[in-house]
């Protein structure tokens, strides 16, 4: 299978978003290999460090329908998915589509709205669809997304279900700019106008196309055991009272083959699982001191890559 082509349009996509978010290439990489699996991805950083506006560059890069929700404490299901309308004139109930109805949702502080609000979001996250007075509707393809929340400040905030926090792919860090990066931003005019102007480099069509060739990216079967013997160690590791879900093995699986691809090779390299076993995986684990990855990130990170040690690489 030749990636010529694929090749120069994931290239094109990252250097569109690098634009904004500076000497983060690691991290947009990595939005990038969520992107062409076809999933959603977690930002969780502190304030002000561009979670945001890597989420909105992403997005306003492909030629697709873009919708951001800010979550709010008083936020309803129905803000989310859309409500039926009685329609006087007609006397009949309309549809009226929520914005979770576009390619790309930013979810901005997902965790400040409560868990029933965030459930509206698990249908969708998982089957593509979502049910409304007893009637399914098809969400738009291609689906991702892209959801914020910030670990440290705790005040007026949810915490994400498991169930939830299953659906993400990735749970990924932005982390503070490098000084040279910093100073770039400090000198720009206006970063959230870089955000707007920014092109469109890929269309709809070409990233559907793109994750249907990931999908047939080789993986071989030692590989597979090698994926499958980590998520087994999290399930025995006494650290873990919950260890990584079927669908979490499966998202690796995913992942380790669209970064396959965008690193330009057609087959999966052991490296390609390693590298992704944290932002794929410690975040759908729970502890056995009785927190969830999700408050203890820190811990949960240590423990698998300690199981990661313990694991020969093929």
């Known amino acids: 299978m030749s990636n010529a082509v694929d090749q120069t349009l994931i290239e094109k996509l990252i250097s569109n978003v690098g634009q904004v978010i500076l000497g983060k290439r690691d991290v947009v990489e990595l939005c990038m290999i969520a992107l062409v ?69 930013l979810g ?31 969400l ?16 007026g905030t949810y915490s994400l279900p498991e169930s939830q926090l299953d659906r993400f792919l990735m749970r990924i860090s932005v982390g503070y700019p490098d000084p040279a990066a910093e100073l770039q931003i400090l000198e720009s005019q206006s970063p959230n106008q870089s955000v707007n102007q920014l ?3 890929l269309t709809r069509e070409q990233v559907m196309t793109i994750q249907q060739q990931a999908q047939q990216i080789t993986f071989d079967q030692r590989l597979k055991r090698y994926l499958l013997e980590i998520v087994h160690r999290t399930r025995q590791s006494r650290a873990l009272r919950v260890g990584v879900s079927t669908r979490g093995a ?59 040690d313990e694991v020969a690489v093929p």
């Open 250 to 308: 499966l998202h690796l699986q995913r992942a380790a083959q669209s970064r396959a691809l965008v690193q330009g090779r057609n087959f999966v390299i052991p490296d390609d699982i390693k590298l992704l076993a944290i932002p794929t995986l410690a975040h759908r684990v729970l502890l056995s001191s009785g927190g969830s990855a999700g408050n203890n990130r820190r811990l949960a990170e240590e423990i698998m890559n300690g199981l990661l």
């Open 37 to 105: 699996s076809g999933e959603h991805v977690l930002l969780e950083d502190v304030p002000g460090v561009g979670k945001t506006s890597l989420g909105r560059a992403l997005s306003k890069s492909v030629a697709a329908s873009f919708a951001r929700i800010q979550f709010t404490p008083d936020l309803l299901p129905a803000d989310i998915v859309g409500s039926s309308v009685f329609n006087q004139a007609e006397a009949r109930f309309e549809f009226h589509p929520g914005p979770i109805f576009h390619n790309f949702v």
């Open 108 to 138: 901005d502080e997902i965790n400040r709205a409560p868990p029933r609000t965030q459930a509206a979001l698990l249908e969708a996250m998982s089957d593509r669809q979502v049910s409304i007075d007893g009637v399914t509707r098809e």
């Open 199 to 201: 092109p469109s480099v």
């Open 140 to 155: 738009p393809a291609p689906f991702m997304v892209i959801a914020t929340q910030n670990p440290f400040e705790f005040e």
